[in-house]
């Protein structure tokens, strides 16, 4: 029988192929180009190799080659009863092996799941009769990522990865970063989505950096007022502690310098203890210069506690109650009461706050693995995550990316893992991204985003990266621990109402029933302007959905959930059509 090619060259990891004129095969069978599986027949295996390169540039006329191709050697099936696959490998090919274009079987046997821990994904790009398996365990203990630039269905590909996740684990608790508002819809009644109506993430939960972040607007703090923060931020957490004690058990107050509080033991203060306290020292100074520094600390306290935008942190901010335990409850699905996954939708959250909400999530994400030693694993997962752990250490919020970075270097060991998505994989940390070992890379064009995927890929697999301008919609080079091979798969088909809002985008052209008249950008002016007042809007289409007021307690209770958007509502301009009260 004549084979397809024979081996000319063996260099480590490369071997080079010769493809022979006299083959049993038509020219236009053989389709000896990139990204073909080739099997070499040795004397005790089968060497899977993948072609990286084709030419018939520089051949001898005398050769009984009609071009050679550059193969990288993957791993090798053992014989036997039961064919086995296993990378790596152990035994090379001589000069003369025969080799031949890889058998459906043969990719079956590569392909082949290695145990129940394995979601379906979707297809392999050169043979779709050969379903690509993920393995879950792999995959989720030792991070991964999702690269791809925009409109290449990197968001449905997170929809598809964590719906199967959710299938083959449906104990394992999700929380997802949802940045655009995107996912609202893709898990159904298995998710809970949070936004700013309907979340309840207490100020005192925030570190001093956090607050600070909060307090300034992302800016920089003021030293001098930072300082006075320093001072009382114990102290009122020192009161407040001894208000419950005294009021439960009569003890005798003792000096709140004395409790021991650091500035970051995350237990609860009360705001109006915490104006009083700089009131006080405001009030022992003489130097009227010296007491325009508390003033301003005072204002900016005062200007985000009735900010409304901010409500989801400062509600009951005067009140207290030690509901931590329940915020985590709720946030982290403990217990999860049939909704595993959380979708924490940032888009509607204030831009000065988000890094810092961000690594607030983060850091009890951790901490609460850490100290219930992992005994409930969580999948935290970023999207667009180079927004908030860059590779710009002068951008950003540092306690996000500190946050981000811990949770991708130890949250292992204490049950919490990472999934990053990103468009801009060159912009996004490089020490956070090289802990996740497996990698389904998308269609990339740029070209530092390219080289930042060559570096945390294999040797054995970088020539494959030349393929990633080129990838087609849903087709994805999937690297690593979590993938039998470095694999060219296209994803599955997503059920419609699992597909990411993204899908519904609006169209450059206009609608007709917009009406752009004066009406029209007056009503839009009335919703504009009641997202940052306190009073009701008409036509604010949240109206209902925002939670009833509720009377000041110390334990929270839950609030009504903002049920997920279904895409665009047709009639959407008539809401803004109505005529203003």
């Not at 029209?520 to 002016?525: E, K, R, T």
């Amino acid at each position: 029988m004549t084979s397809f090619g024979r081996v000319i060259s063996v260099r480590g990891s490369l071997a080079r192929v010769g493809l022979l004129a006299t083959t049993r095969l038509a020219a236009s069978e053989i389709r000896a180009t990139v990204g073909r599986f080739v099997s070499i027949r040795c004397a005790n295996s089968t060497i899977v190799a993948m072609i990286t390169d084709a030419t018939c540039e520089n051949l001898s006329s005398s050769d009984n080659y009609i071009a050679s191709a550059g193969v990288d050697l993957l791993g090798e099936i053992q014989g036997g009863e039961r064919p086995k696959f296993q990378r790596g490998v152990t035994h090379y090919p001589t000069i003369g092996d025969a080799v031949d274009l890889i058998t459906n079987q043969e990719l079956r046997t590569v392909y082949a799941p290695s145990g129940s821990d394995q979601i379906h994904v979707g297809t392999l790009q050169q043979d779709p009769s050969v379903i690509a398996y993920v393995d879950v365990e792999e995959m989720l203990s030792k991070h991964f990522a999702v690269l791809g630039s925009t409109g290449v269905g990197k968001s449905t590909g997170v929809s598809l990865l964590l719906n199967e996740i959710l299938k083959s684990r449906p104990n394992l608790r999700i929380f997802l970063l949802d940045v655009h508002n995107e996912y609202g819809r893709c898990f159904g009644e298995r998710a809970l989505v949070l936004n700013p109506r309907n979340l309840k993430l207490p100020f005192w939960l925030f570190n001093f950096e956090e607050i600070v972040d909060v307090l300034f607007a992302g800016r920089p703090g003021v030293p001098e007022e930072l300082d006075v923060l320093a001072e009382v931020i114990p102290v009122a957490k020192s009161i407040y502690t001894q208000y419950q004690n005294s009021d439960r058990l009569g003890l005798k107050r003792v000096d709140p310098k004395q409790v021991g509080y650091t500035l970051d033991t995350p237990v609860p203060y009360r705001l109006v203890d915490l104006i009083s306290l700089i009131d006080e020292r405001m009030g022992k100074l003489e130097n009227r210069s010296s007491r325009i520094i508390y003033h301003k600390l005072i204002s900016r306290i005062e200007t985000v506690r009735n900010d409304p935008r901010y409500a989801f942190m400062f509600d009951n901010a005067n009140v207290g109650g030690d509901t931590m335990a329940e915020v985590i409850s709720y946030l982290f699905r403990l217990p999860a009461q049939g909704k595993p996954m959380t979708i924490m939708q940032l888009a509607g959250f204030p831009a000065e706050v988000v890094d810092s909400v961000v690594s607030v999530l983060c850091r009890m994400a951790f901490d609460f693995g850490l100290w219930s030693d992992g005994v409930s694993p969580l999948l935290f997962v970023c999207e667009e995550a180079h927004r908030y752990a860059s590779a710009d250490r002068s951008i950003g919020f540092g306690p996000t990316r500190k946050a981000v970075s811990r949770i991708a270097k130890e949250g292992r060991k204490y049950g919490v893992y990472l999934g990053l998505v990103t468009q801009r994989p060159a912009e996004l940390d490089a020490t956070i991204i090289s802990q996740c070992n497996t990698l389904f890379a998308m269609r990339l064009a740029n070209d530092r985003d390219q080289a930042l995927l060559r570096s945390a890929v294999s040797d054995a697999a970088a020539n494959l990266l030349s393929f990633v301008p080129s990838l087609g919609t849903r087709e994805v080079l999937a690297f690593g621990e979590g993938v039998a091979l470095p694999t060219r798969l296209r994803f599955k088909e997503v059920p419609a109402h699992q597909l990411p809002r993204s899908e519904a985008a609006i169209k450059t052209v206009p609608s007709v029933a917009a009406g752009h008249d004066m009406h029209f950008v007056s009503a839009v002016l009335e919703r504009w302007r009641g997202a940052t007042s306190q009073r009701d809007v008409p036509n604010d289409p949240g109206l209902n959905e925002r939670p009833a007021p509720r009377t000041p307690e110390p334990r929270m209770v839950a609030a009504p959930l903002l049920q997920p958007s279904l895409g665009h509502d047709p009639d959407r301009f008539s809401l803004l059509k109505k005529p203003l009260r």
